[in-house]
């Protein structure tokens, strides 16, 4: 080598290149060559030291001293050396997925397991390096004690079949509290996917389901019932309240009637009470005679009531049907009861009777 020779141009390269620019540094010591190369490591670590490349998916979060002054977009940017500034690189655009299963109590005192799944990712580099001691472990629990409190207020039927609803408030509640605990996450999606009972209870959930199945079939049948009996009901009422508006309307004419019947009666009894009474006596006796179809016999002290056949009819009102009389067999003991002649077919003492 061109430095080896003596008197060699005094140590310095004349060659190009990397010979070049080890002449540019400084000759320490009087010629020291390992003192060059700690200045050339030096040099590089410099520089290497003060680059820094980002990537897409990564935030540089730059601390000077120990204390937060920037943070670093994707790409290549540069920084003062350490140990006065370094750099923290935070995967800002990843996924991260948090599973488990928590038993809990619901409002109405029964015991589900439910799975929770949570998707979220660091929307802040500051804050999740910062602002609270291990924010993955913050959310965690933050999201085991926010499943537990929505289920709590709900019943095992809205657990069971419902959990969306569920699931929705759960999310803002959730990142509510990050937001309070100053994690720097951002829930993107809160699931409950399968909620059941604990496996010691699980016979008895069994029989709850049975019986509410069975419940929701009695439910169904009673209401097909009731669309069917209902109608038929309503139909019967109506035709029952017809037919009492129709008996309402005939009672009140005939009311009516009788009314204006009994108005004439007084007139033609004010003008002849004697022949009015007598004719009402008459007709009364005439229409009491005619529906109770009895025979009456008797010689003045005895009085007979011999119902005749069951299939004889009532005669209209205002038409006698005598029917024939069967006179008992009794002992004259007055005068009186004596028979008269008459026509035959007659008992005798009938028309004292009558009277």
Same mark, same amino acid.
């Given at each position: 080598m061109a430095w080896n020779r003596p008197g060699g141009g005094g140590g310095r390269s004349t060659g190009g290149g990397f010979g070049r620019l080890l002449d540019k540094l400084p000759d320490v010591g009087g010629g020291g060559g390992p003192l060059r190369w700690i200045g050339l490591a030096l040099a590089l670590w410099l520089v290497f030291n003060c680059f820094v490349l980002i990537a897409e998916q990564q935030r540089g979060v730059v601390l000077r001293f120990g204390q937060f002054d920037r943070v670093m977009q994707p790409g290549?940017? +540069?920084? +003062?050396?350490?140990?006065? *500034?370094? %750099?923290?690189? %935070?995967? =800002? $655009?990843? /996924?991260?997925? !948090?599973? @488990?299963?928590?038993? %809990? +109590? $619901?409002? @109405? *005192?029964? /015991?589900?397991?439910? =799975?929770?799944?949570?998707?979220?990712?660091?929307? @802040?580099?500051?804050? !999740? +390096?910062?602002g609270t001691r291990d924010g993955d472990e913050v959310l965690k629990q933050a999201a085991l004690s926010t499943v537990r409190e929505q289920v709590g207020r709900s019943t095992l039927d809205t657990v069971l079949g419902a959990r969306e609803q569920l699931a929705v408030s759960a999310r803002e509640r959730l990142q509510k509290s990050l937001e309070a605990y100053r994690t720097g996450l951002v829930v993107t999606e809160l699931n409950l996917p399968d909620a059941r009972p604990p496996q010691q209870v699980k016979p008895a959930f069994d029989d709850v389901n049975s019986a509410q199945q069975d419940k929701e079939r009695l439910i169904s049948e009673s209401r097909a019932y009731a669309a069917k009996i209902v109608p038929e009901a309503r139909g019967q009422a109506a035709r029952v309240r017809t037919v009492a508006e129709g008996y309402k309307t005939a009672e009140i004419a005939r009311a009516t009637g009788d009314a204006e019947r009994f108005t004439l009666l007084v007139q033609q009894y004010k003008g002849a009470p004697d022949v009015t009474r007598k004719r009402l006596w008459l007709e009364t006796v005439q229409d009491v005679l005619a529906r109770n179809r009895k025979v009456v016999g008797g010689d003045g002290r005895q009085l007979i009531y011999v119902p005749l056949q069951q299939d004889a009819r009532p005669a209209p009102v205002g038409q006698a049907v005598l029917p024939d009389l069967v006179s008992p067999t009794v002992e004259a003991t007055a005068p009186e009861a004596t028979a008269r002649p008459g026509r035959s077919g007659r008992p005798a003492g009938r028309e004292e009777s009558v009277r």
């Open positions: 290549p940017s +540069l920084k +003062l050396p350490w140990p006065i *500034e370094r %750099v923290i690189k %935070v995967n =800002a $655009t990843q /996924i991260k997925n !948090y599973e @488990d299963r928590v038993p %809990v +109590l $619901t409002s @109405d *005192e029964n /015991i589900v397991e439910v =799975a929770v799944n949570v998707q979220y990712r660091v929307a @802040d580099p500051k804050l !999740y +390096l910062f």
